[in-house]
């Protein structure tokens, strides 16, 4: 009996019951499971997402929700076998699973290593510096982040099952936030699956995730402006959608990543023979096959320098000539079908229309030749190139996305003509250049920056370790303007961000300090009864300071270590030259050596708790030291986070050095490991 679909409704699989769709190997056309039409209780879901899953993520700090992260996607990873099986039947080859299974176990992993490394062990995200209020310092400003206290609704497309929900999945999560996940029906078997590994972990809190397979029903009409919706698909579905009156009424968050008309522009330097020419085909080439053309960053246009046109035409006609297309699962098939029937239909319905504009190079409307398979059962469109002559004159070529294996060729004559169209596209996820001209180069990724939302520029030196053009990777900003969507996801904490409150707190740096559990500039200081360096980790608290006695600074001081560093800068070395400089008006100290002699002010000596010094952030001079000066030391512990089993935490201390008048000369902070074990006494 063919499988039916469940979603995962408050913590069970339940059946939407109604009528079904047929899901179907997208290859041999056989029936993989049924989809209900109808659609579960989404108001439940949302009211159990609130209650049970948005509460227990909340109560967990960003280093132990990145933990999960972790731990989802080491699991996945066991299962990645089971995946790739099924994953055959949404047409995809071994090549193009891995960009959807692995590229998504592998944002989990970014996502972890983020959460655990670039955000503090709290719950609290502190976004930028103090800002500075008032003149006596006791009225401050700071930014901070917190979780929304609603759900997250991921809507998403077909084209990428895993990828697609692990992606949106990661920095929701991280964040704090429930998630409901609605995949495209055409291959929700595969997202499916996944979600049922996931459930079976029990690594989530419950309520932390739900799944809807089939429709969303009156979803919507139940958000308010707590929630977000994340949607990935169509522009016209995204647009229906982003104009719901509740979306309206509650200002939604909504933030779409639509269909785009990306390009990719060889640089007129990259005539034949060069190896940007070279690259440039290869990867022109490699996102016509990709996912048999299904993906969102696909290369639709590409442009290239009409005195080389007709060579580059030549060269891409040889190279899809060699694509052999059919079964994904055989060995040696480089692309398969497109996901089903239907979507061959649109496909070929688009490609009629830019038919019009373009003459077709190869591939087009004409049976593939098939590699174990079966053309009338399977949805095969063959690799297919066209060439339009006149792209400023073309109208369709610029607004209509064949959503498949389909690109056009453009010729351009000046630089300008290509940036113009480029942007004809209206907005689009990426863009490429292929140049060994870095001038050129710069000039395009300056024309094209404000219609895209990704830039990669590619020549003989970084074309080794590149993604390449359609790769978005979890460090950066996936999405566009315009066409594109307008929203953004990914680009690392970024992408977490989305998901939370940014308020602006102001009040006394002791409140700010109470607020954040970060000591604000300012606010009280404790006394730790001991040098602060004793401590071990858990008993160091917020406030701890130790202030040092005073040091004398003199020339001496100043060329003992201008020979030992080898600055012999004349503001350090000639007293009538630094005369001159206005800034100085005099022999003054070296920047390092104040930050030298203040360690040895501040530093504890024997073995104790503190393991390492790992750095020095936001470090500015603010005043000379001339000789003659005095200076001293302010140390306070401003942020501690615990590197959970590892033994040790880092400490962030709040450092400034004051002259002999009580004015900051040098401000800083200085990063510690600092052991959680209490050290004896020798």
């Known amino acids: 009996m063919t499988q039916r679909l469940h979603s995962f409704v408050a913590g069970r699989w339940v059946d939407a019951g109604g009528e079904s769709v047929a899901l179907r190997d997208a290859t041999t056309g056989a029936v993989i499971a049924q989809a209900s039409t109808s659609g579960p209780d989404v108001a439940a879901m949302l009211d159990y997402a609130r209650a049970q899953g948005g509460a227990a993520l909340r109560a967990l700090t960003f280093h132990e929700r990145a933990a999960l992260l972790k731990a989802?996607?080491?699991?996945?990873?066991?299962?990645?076998e089971e995946f790739y099986e099924l994953s055959y039947a949404t047409g995809a080859t071994k090549a193009?699973?891995?960009?959807?299974?692995?590229?998504?176990?592998?944002?989990?992993?970014?996502?972890?290593?983020?959460?655990?490394?670039?955000?503090?062990?709290?719950?609290?995200?502190?976004?930028?510096?103090?800002?500075?209020?008032?003149?006596?310092?006791?009225?401050?400003?700071?930014?901070?982040c917190v979780p929304l206290e609603g759900a997250a609704v991921h809507i998403n497309a077909f084209n990428f099952p895993v990828w697609g929900m692990l992606e949106k999945l990661a920095p929701t999560l991280l964040a704090g936030m429930p998630a409901i996940v609605k995949p495209a029906t055409q291959t929700s078997y595969l997202t499916e699956r996944v979600f049922r590994r996931i459930v079976d972990s029990g690594?989530?809190?419950?309520?932390?995730?739900?799944?809807i397979c089939g429709g969303v029903g009156a979803l919507f009409t139940h958000l308010t402006c707590q929630d977000v919706v994340a949607f990935t698909g169509s522009a016209s579905t995204a647009l229906k959608l982003r104009q719901h009156p509740t979306v309206l009424a509650h200002s939604v968050r909504f933030t779409a990543e639509t269909d785009s008309l990306n390009s990719s522009i060889l640089g007129p330097d990259a005539g034949p023979g060069s190896a940007e020419m070279d690259l440039f085909v290869r990867e022109v080439v490699r996102e016509i096959s990709s996912k048999a053309g299904q993906k969102c960053t696909a290369i639709r246009r590409a442009l290239v320098p009409a005195a080389h046109a007709a060579a580059v035409l030549e060269a891409l006609r040889e190279a899809l000539g060699k694509v052999s297309v059919g079964d994904p699962r055989l060995e040696g098939v480089r692309m398969g079908p497109v996901a089903s029937l239907a979507q061959r239909r649109e496909v070929l319905e688009q490609l009629g229309r830019l038919e019009r504009e373009a003459e077709v190079v190869c591939g087009g409307?004409?049976?593939?030749?098939?590699?174990?398979?079966?053309?009338?059962?399977?949805?095969?469109?063959?690799?297919?190139?066209?060439?339009?002559?006149d792209g400023a004159a073309a109208q369709a070529v610029h607004s209509?996305?064949?959503?498949?294996?389909?690109?056009?060729?453009?010729?351009?004559?000046?630089?300008?003509e290509a940036i113009g169209l480029a942007r004809r596209g209206g907005g689009s996820l990426a863009a490429s250049v292929f140049s060994a001209d870095d001038a050129a180069t710069a000039h395009l990724v300056l024309g094209l920056a404000p219609y895209h939302g990704r830039i990669v520029a590619v020549n003989r030196h970084s074309a080794k370790e590149s993604t390449g053009h359609g790769s978005p990777l979890p460090h950066l900003v996936h999405g566009g303007p315009g066409r594109a969507g307008g929203g953004e996801e990914l680009g690392g904490v970024r992408g977490v961000l989305h998901y939370m409150q940014r308020t602006a707190v102001q009040g006394s740096p002791d409140v700010i300090t109470a607020v954040t559990g970060r000591f604000a500039r300012g606010s009280r200081e404790r006394d730790p009864q001991v040098h602060p360096f004793r401590k071990p980790f858990g008993a160091l608290a917020i406030g701890d300071t130790f202030h040092s006695a005073e040091r004398l600074v003199t020339v001496a001081d100043i060329e003992r270590f201008a020979e030992l560093s080898g600055d012999r800068f004349y503001a350090h070395m000639d007293e009538a030259e630094a005369a001159r400089n206005p800034l100085f008006g005099g022999r003054v100290a070296h920047g390092y050596f104040l930050v030298s002699a203040a360690a040895g002010l501040f530093v504890d000596p024997p073995y104790g708790p503190v393991l390492a010094n790992y750095g020095l952030d936001s470090l500015r001079f603010l005043k000379p030291v001339k000789p003659g000066?005095?200076?001293?030391?302010?140390?306070?512990?401003?942020?501690?986070?615990?590197?959970?089993?590892?033994?040790?935490?880092?400490?962030?201390?709040?450092?400034?050095?004051?002259?002999?008048?009580?004015?900051?000369?040098?401000?800083?902070?200085?990063?510690?490991?600092?052991?959680?074990?209490?050290v004896p006494d020798a």
């Open 629 to 678: 000066d005095r200076i001293k030391v302010r140390l306070t512990c401003k942020e501690k986070s615990l590197r959970e089993g590892a033994g040790y935490g880092e400490v962030r201390w709040d450092t400034a050095i004051t002259n002999q008048a009580g004015e900051a000369v040098a401000t800083y902070d200085v990063l510690t490991m600092v052991s959680e074990k209490e």
């Open 96 to 144: 193009d699973s891995w960009i959807d299974i692995d590229g998504g176990i592998s944002t989990l992993f970014v996502y972890a290593s983020k959460g655990a490394r670039e955000m503090p062990n709290s719950r609290v995200y502190v976004e930028g510096g103090l800002e500075a209020l008032s003149k006596g310092g006791t009225f401050v400003g700071q930014h901070i």
């Open 400 to 416: 209509v996305e064949a959503f498949g294996p389909v690109c056009t060729v453009l010729p351009y004559g000046m630089l300008e």
């Open 365 to 389: 409307r004409g049976p593939a030749t098939l590699a174990g398979a079966d053309g009338e059962r399977g949805a095969f469109i063959a690799p297919t190139l066209l060439y339009c002559r």
């Open 203 to 211: 690594l989530l809190p419950a309520g932390a995730v739900q799944l």
């Open 72 to 80: 989802l996607a080491k699991m996945l990873g066991e299962h990645k």
